[in-house]
């Protein structure tokens, strides 16, 4: 596709149900991002894909929070139990090269999935 | 621990004017990347500009332009003759050398007025 797509865009759950939110990253590239922005903060990390392979999952806050890639295209991301905290946008990005944009540093984000949970 | 501090959380400014977002980080790294992004109403981020630690030059792209200091740990965009489409969220970012994830700031909201 012509750029990196989200869905849902908004998703409202009641505590302790379960969501997946999906990202399709734009076509060919290698690195997939996850990031987490609370109301009025920036991006924080969670999850870096390269390829199917899940480099680091450093920022992944609990063992709740689950993601994966299995063909190295389209991403997961997978809250269990949810709770209030967890609300938020959840913004993937991707990058053609290995890591954060190689050369260029240039990510190409989504617009995101707005999760609220009740 | 990298940590990115961005001290205005909204600025407002007349079209055709410029206008400074500042930046100040915190690393013990001597081989980094910093950014700003922009993040308009309801649409995704986008990188403006671009600047490699190890190079003294700032960055430029057209009306963006950055002041970087590295002994000050200072990364500032100027925006000049502002333009109605750049009103937004400005993120500062900085990326480790080999690392993949970046640090963001908790952003600038910029309101270009008419």
């Known amino acids: 596709g012509a750029g990196v797509s989200q869905s849902p865009r908004y998703k409202v759950a009641k505590r302790g149900q379960d969501v997946a939110l999906r990202c399709d990253p734009i076509?060919?590239?290698?690195?997939l991002f996850w990031y987490q922005q609370a109301l009025g903060q920036g991006p924080e990390f969670l999850t870096y894909?390269?390829?199917?392979?899940?480099l680091d999952k450093s920022g992944l806050p609990s063992d709740r929070f689950f993601a994966e890639r299995p063909e190295g295209s389209v991403s997961t991301l997978k809250i269990q139990r949810t709770q209030q905290e967890d609300s938020a946008v959840y913004l993937c990005?991707?990058?053609?090269?290995w890591g954060t944009g190689g050369n260029t540093g240039e990510l190409f984000f989504g617009e995101g999935s707005r999760l609220t949970v009740l | 621990a990298q940590t990115v501090t961005q001290s205005q959380p909204e600025m407002s400014v007349q079209e055709a004017e410029t206008v400074t977002l500042s930046c100040t980080y915190d690393?013990?790294?001597?081989?980094?990347?910093l950014f700003w992004y922009k993040q308009p109403p309801s649409r995704q981020m986008i990188l403006v500009i671009r600047?490699?630690?190890?190079?003294?030059q700032n960055a430029t792209e057209n009306r963006f332009s950055v002041n970087f200091q590295k002994a000050a740990k200072s990364f500032s965009l100027k925006i000049s003759d502002s333009q109605l489409g750049d009103t937004a969220m400005y993120f500062c970012?900085?990326?480790?050398?080999?690392?993949?994830?970046?640090?963001f700031g908790t952003g600038t909201r910029l309101t270009i007025i008419p």
């Open positions: 990005a991707s990058s053609l090269a």
């Open positions: 076509s060919g590239h290698v690195s």
């Open positions: 690393t013990s790294e001597s081989n980094y990347y």
């Open positions: 600047q490699e630690a190890y190079k003294q």
């Open positions: 894909f390269q390829n199917e392979a899940q």
């Open positions: 970012a900085f990326m480790k050398h080999g690392d993949e994830k970046l640090t």
